[in-house]
């Protein structure tokens, strides 16, 4: 059985806070997360910018106004990152630097920990766990920003694993990507990082992509259904495509353990 089937049905019954996992060496294997839809139920920034709108009735209505535009270009891979940078501005105009960035993304955690520990996929953590239990270099390389899914990793005490995120920055009197951790960028960043060889690499997004094809043993989880048929064109015979609790989403079912 390889590595990534292994850690798929490895489960850990210590509490995470007094969990104490051994420092991976240089050389171990690097374990690559995403995160939304992966080690989260859902779009992580998504629902902060949409808390962000939310608290401005004038930046709501702006967002309404060009939606016409910017939500067909957010619907396709091509333009998506232009139509998320579209929607980012409007939510984020006023904010002139990355420190009141980083607060109100503090503070969209401290007010929606129910709803955040909800999302966060209990079978995922498990694998994050096995993964680290085991002395793997895990990372987590997400579209998110950093900051963001560090404060969502810290309520399951993983606050420690490298996030590689988004790089955001002031940008016309607001926050704008300096550049988008996505696509062939994200393996760009990894390798940057240290990251070059990658053992296992777990996504459920057809923008990873480079990402899963550059990994020994890619792993696809809660894909798109429409995406299924294409991750086992393009990937390795036998790639498991499996689904970690994510009911609108598919894959084979991977039952928690009790």
Same mark, same amino acid.
Do not use: I
């Given at each position: 059985m390889n590595?990534? &089937? %292994?850690?798929?049905?490895?489960s850990s019954r210590?509490?995470?806070?007094?969990?104490?996992?051994?420092t991976p060496r240089d050389e171990a294997p690097v374990v690559v997360f995403d995160?939304?839809?992966t080690l989260y139920d859902g779009d992580?920034?998504?629902?902060?910018?949409?808390?962000?709108? &939310? %608290?401005?009735?004038?930046?709501?209505?702006?967002?309404?106004?060009a939606t016409p535009l910017l939500g067909p270009m957010v619907a396709f891979l091509p333009t998506r990152r232009r139509g998320i940078t579209g929607y980012v501005w409007i939510g984020t105009f006023g904010l002139h630097g990355r420190r009141s960035f980083d607060a109100m993304i503090d503070l969209y955690v401290a007010t929606h920990q129910a709803e955040i520990r909800q999302r966060l996929l209990p079978i995922a953590l498990d694998v994050l766990r096995g993964h680290r239990a085991s002395?793997?270099?895990v990372v987590i390389a997400t579209g998110a920003p950093p900051e963001l899914a560090r404060a969502i990793l810290a309520f399951v005490t993983h606050q420690d694993v490298p996030v590689i995120g988004t790089a955001v920055g002031p940008r016309f009197g607001a926050m704008g990507a300096r550049r988008h951790c996505h696509n062939e960028e994200?393996?760009?960043?990894?390798?940057?990082r240290g990251y070059g060889e990658i053992a296992v690499a777990y996504s459920d997004s057809s923008a990873d992509l480079?990402?899963?094809?550059?990994?020994?043993?890619?792993?696809?989880?809660?894909?798109?259904?429409?995406r299924v048929a294409m991750f086992r064109s393009v990937l390795p015979p036998g790639t498991p495509i499996l689904n970690w609790g994510c009911k609108d989403r598919a894959g084979d079912p991977v039952a928690a353990t009790p």
């Open positions: 590595r990534a &089937k %292994r850690c798929v049905s490895y210590m509490s995470e806070a007094t969990q104490n996992f051994p995160f939304d839809h992580s920034f998504g629902h902060v910018l949409g808390w962000l709108l &939310k %608290r401005n009735p004038l930046r709501f209505l702006v967002a309404l106004l002395g793997d270099r994200k393996v760009r960043m990894l390798q940057e480079p990402l899963l094809k550059a990994a020994r043993a890619p792993v696809v989880v809660n894909p798109k259904a429409k």
